[in-house]
């Protein structure tokens, strides 16, 4: 009923040159997925996965966008600077992003609506810290995340919206949530969208994506749980061997 979207996070990795022969060599191993094939890239490298990934089934995003139409902010991207480029989708709040950047709840639905109304796409990150999660604090932070993300966002506006559950402690780090543990945790963002937008829209239109170290030896077990909808993937994203592998699970 939801269709699978595997995404890759590049985050600060590939240089143009890198791009070019990272993205030539995954567009014929991808070529017959059945899931939604998403590759976020640095902004450097938008021009050129958009180039080589025209007329295939893969799909190209960046990761972050400002809030404003344009303006006296240094060093940020608009969401109109973007759509010039071919983006379509974007990652909004990742926990590199919160933990590193400053990003907050706020900020997050600020991108998001940004994002939206320019016709893109959000990844929207959000997941609790290992501190959080020894703290039995899990629900509470990933219910908030929720909740303030969706801040006066349409229902209509859910078909292009992604969330991705991503526990911190999960990300680069090697460990993976149990496919029990992504599974619970999901479906507590699940019954939020509920609360937020009927039982029908979360459970037929919402799809939400499991993060932290994803990859070949995992996907098939997480892919398997009945509430996560595909993946957001960082270090196996950046071998086209291994984001193959996962995209074709
Ligand atoms: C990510 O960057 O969103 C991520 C999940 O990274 P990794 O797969 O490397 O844990």
Redesign the pocket.
Known sequence: MRKPIIAG?W?MNNTIAETEKLVTELIPMVADAKADVVICVPYTSIAKAVELTKGTNIHVGAENVHWAEKGAFTGEISANMLVELGVEYVVIG?SERRQYFGETDQTVNMRTKAALAHGLKPIICVGETLEEREGNLTEEVVVRQTVEAFKDIDANELANIVIAY?PVW???TGKTATSEQANDTIKIIRDTMAKLYGDKTAEEVVRIQY????NPANVKELMAMPEIDGG?????SLVAEKFSQVVNY
């Open positions: 996070n985050k990742h991503e999960a990300i680069g993060g932290g170290s994803m957001l993937i960082g270090g196996a």
